[in-house]
């Protein structure tokens, strides 16, 4: 008998057989085991299933595989025994497997996003959405970027995640486009270098007290794209970037979004410029460093209470959108409170498919209208009190004026500083006089103001212009 990749004879009273090295390998192929390439070098085994969908897998599986076939469906205990006495899983063995070269994990384009179900991959264009088999699917994905759901296209009720967003937009249709366009642009995997943007949620009211509130829901906004797209999260609160060159580690190619929760006061924005508009260096304990290409390397969202600090100017503002999140959930009043139950953990089956094509949708209107850049509520006076001091902008708000009927006022600064120390001496007692110059010079900035600073008779005296 003879089948697949090994025969059965008789000779006489005794029974031979044969297994044929090339025939395993290629029955091995047909059950999809191939060696892919990986970028930071060498080779892993996987198991395509599906026609795309890639499992990793140990060279145990190679033998389950045999051992399945030939006492499940052959029932021929003695080839097992054969094959169990030979050396059929060897290196020579495994390195002829096929090799995938040509990845293809992200098909996405500047008009069609993928996201990925038990039953199908949801197609998602300008205006269709559509379920496609994973044999059609003319790519490769991870079984990890799988959401454990199945979607139903015909269930397309609102969702209570809709209703929270539109609440923490203080229900202001412009504001509403704005956060879930962002959204939609982190859920689209399609990478543009003419648009790279960090996303970054802070909080419409902050406290400069020293005391972060939060609370107003952006956890749960990070939370929700996590759901939605294959995801790293981090925790910002532990966060050590800058001296932790081994930050990127646990990022595979399949990560779409890296999530940087609830980042301190001394976050630096700075040090991801390179990883927002290029490709992605990682370095593994012990292992050589590579690269992931900007066209698979993650999209970054950042929630904060704080506001996030950067280097300022151009090359600051084209790689960050500022999205404020209106206090319509404090500590005392919780989307626990508001909605009876935990988001997300706490949903049964149903409350997942609208949830899903909620978030398909935000996806669409991305793709339709790009990002709806928002308006600026306290964006600019959250930024100017923590570049400076909430006691100094209102120390300067009554002190740095020019008169309604004059173009220009002229100040004496070492009476300025005296009296701001006199007014805020709490506050102030860390202020250097040469901290006070800068400060006002960003207290201008901000109020449109021009500052020319000059001595006249010894004096240290400030030209405040209107511009």
């Known amino acids: 008998m003879e089948n697949n990749f090994y025969r059965i004879t008789q000779s006489g009273s005794k029974t031979i057989v044969d297994i044929y090295r090339a025939k395993l390998l290629k029955f091995w192929d047909e059950l999809g085991f191939k060696k892919l390439k990986m970028p930071k070098g060498g080779y892993s085994l996987v198991q395509i299933k599906n026609n795309s969908i890639i499992s990793e897998v140990q060279k145990e599986e190679l033998m389950h595989a045999v051992k399945y076939k030939l006492l499940n469906e052959d029932d021929v205990p003695l080839v097992w025994e054969e094959f169990l006495s030979g050396d059929y899983i060897n290196k020579n063995n495994y390195l002829a497997l096929e090799t995938i070269r040509e990845l293809r994990l992200n098909l996405s384009t500047k008009n069609t996003a993928y996201f990925f179900f038990r039953n199908g991959v949801l197609k998602v264009t300008p205006n269709t959405m559509d379920i496609i088999d994973y044999n059609d699917y003319q790519g490769y994905i991870h079984e990890d970027q799988i959401i454990q759901h199945d979607i139903n296209l015909e269930n397309n009720q609102q969702s209570e995640f809709d209703e929270f967003l539109k609440k923490v937009s203080g229900n202001d249709e412009a504001r509403y486009q704005s956060l879930t366009t962002a959204i939609g642009y982190l859920l689209h995997s399609y990478k543009d270098l ?39 999260f981090k925790d910002g609160k532990a966060l050590h970037h800058k001296s932790n060159r081994f930050f990127y580690q646990d990022i595979n190619l399949y990560h779409r979004v890296l999530i940087i929760d609830d980042v301190n006061v001394d976050f630096e924005f700075e040090t991801f410029y390179s990883v927002i508009t290029g490709e992605m260096q990682v370095e593994e304990k012990y292992k050589a460093a590579y690269k992931i290409p900007f066209e698979l390397s993650p999209k970054l969202l950042i929630t904060s209470n704080y506001m996030v600090k950067g280097s300022g100017g151009n090359s600051d503002e084209r790689r960050r959108i500022e999205i404020e999140i209106f206090p319509y959930y404090k500590r005392d009043f919780t989307p626990i409170d508001d909605f009876k139950h935990r988001f997300f953990s706490d949903w049964k089956q149903e409350e997942w498919n609208p949830f899903f094509i909620g978030m398909a949708k935000y996806c669409q209107n991305y793709l339709r209208s790009g990002i709806v850049y928002p308006i600026p509520i306290n964006l600019a006076e959250n930024k100017l009190k923590q570049n400076t001091d909430q006691s100094f902008v209102e120390f300067a708000d009554l002190n740095l004026i020019i008169p309604t009927d004059k173009d220009s006022n002229t ?34 900035k901000f109020r449109g103001l021009e500052a020319y600073h000059f001595k006249s008779d010894s004096n240290n005296l400030i030209k405040i212009t209107k511009i």
């Open 411 to 444: 100040l004496n600064k070492a009476t300025l500083y005296d009296d701001y120390r006199h007014a805020y001496p709490v506050e102030s007692r860390n202020v250097t006089a040469i901290k006070f110059k800068k400060w006002i010079d960003e207290f201008c």
């Open 194 to 232: 003419a648009l790279t943007k960090a996303i970054i949620l802070v909080d419409e009211e902050l406290d400069f007290s020293g005391e972060a509130n939060g609370g107003t829901g952006k956890s749960i906004i990070a939370k929700a794209v996590q759901y939605m797209t294959s995801s790293i």
